[in-house]
């Protein structure tokens, strides 16, 4: 069965007419109340005209509206894109309380109508910007923090975008993790008038785009001796810190450009990636005093060419 006849199959079953916005809106509570997920799969639009949209309009509570924006720490230097942006209140908020600029993209005209006029009534029309827009065809570049309230193939569909995106960009989502790709942080609030699902609460999903710090990096400098063998799952990294015939195991995390690892014996390193280096930025012990010198990307299988 393919995705579109699944969905519709599902929303039929819970007693709404295949295709229609209520079928449609079903689908999400289904997902929503954790009513087989992985039966009930919304249909993810391929880019092109005349695709149905399939994720309603549902709007995120003030409390979890003010929770994205405090969870992804926005301030007057971000630039927030809402992805599916509904009546624009993630947008408009950003900037009225957090001083933000932002972009909503929303596919129904009427909504980027009506979110145009808040902004304005708001006083933040001039830092803010609302697009009648496929959120999938959007250049996410620009933004230093995305919002979404989609669904859980939506999140799964924009991961390989937003993994590509520039590290230490952050992403919110309300209740839809992006599945293996752990969270950072996540917060519960209490909705008691939520709209959708079983549970009266939501969940909100924080992570920051990690870089890519997978390979062999070899020390220069005082760090000569030295090498760095890692792998990397996302934000999390492993790997081995050599030193001639010795090595030591590491464990660490990314935040954005940035790795910090567990204790070792030869104690912490905190590394950050700057071009084709990982520079030595802190960290605590012997390793961590040649603060300022970098490892660099091995040119071959080992660090004799670096
Ligand atoms: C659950 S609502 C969330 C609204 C708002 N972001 C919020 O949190 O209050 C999802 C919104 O995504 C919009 N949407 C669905 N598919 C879209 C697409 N492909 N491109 C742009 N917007 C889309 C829907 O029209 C709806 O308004």
């Known amino acids: 069965m393919n995705k579109r006849a699944d969905s519709i199959t599902t929303a039929s079953l819970l007693g709404h007419p295949a295709g229609s916005l209520t ?15 992985g039966h ?18 549902i709007v995120s509570p003030d409390n979890v509206t003010l929770e994205m924006l405090r969870i992804a720490s926005v301030g007057p230097k971000d630039h927030v894109i809402d992805l599916g942006s509904g009546d624009g209140r993630i947008v408009t908020t950003a900037a009225k309380r957090f001083g933000a600029t932002g972009l909503g993209v929303e596919i129904d005209p009427a ?24 959120l999938f065809t959007t250049d996410l570049s620009k933004a230093t923090v995305i919002t979404m309230y989609l669904l859980p193939e939506f999140n799964m569909r924009l991961r390989p975008a ?51 710090v997978a390979g062999l990096w070899c020390g ?54 700057d071009g084709q280096a990982l520079r030595l930025s802190g960290g605590k012990g012997t390793v961590a005093l040649a603060k300022g010198t970098s490892f660099t990307a091995a040119k071959g299988s080992d660090c004799s060419k670096a």
Do not use: C
């Open 111 to 134: 909504l980027v109508e009506k979110s145009r006029k808040i902004a304005a009534e708001a006083g933040v029309a001039n830092r803010t910007e609302f697009r009648i827009q496929d």
């Open 162 to 212: 937003i993994l590509a995106l520039k590290p230490g960009t952050r992403i919110v989502s309300h209740d839809w993790d992006m599945g293996d790709w752990k969270p950072d942080q996540t917060t519960v609030l209490s909705v008691p008038d939520k709209q959708v699902g079983r549970e009266k609460s939501s969940k909100v999903h924080f992570w920051t785009v990690p870089a890519q």
């Open 40 to 57: 009930a799969r919304a249909q993810v639009p391929a880019a092109q005209p005349g695709y149905v949209e399939e994720v309603p309009f």
């Open 23 to 37: 079928a449609v809106a079903a689908l999400f509570v289904a997902a929503v109340s954790g009513l087989g997920v």
């Open 220 to 273: 220069a400098g005082p760090l000569g001796s030295y090498s760095l063998r890692l792998t990397q799952k996302y934000q999390e990294v492993t790997g081995t810190l050599q030193r001639r015939e010795r090595q030591w195991p590491i464990t660490g995390r990314m935040q954005g450009p940035t790795l910090a690892t567990d204790e070792t014996p030869v104690g912490s390193l905190v590394l950050e990636r």
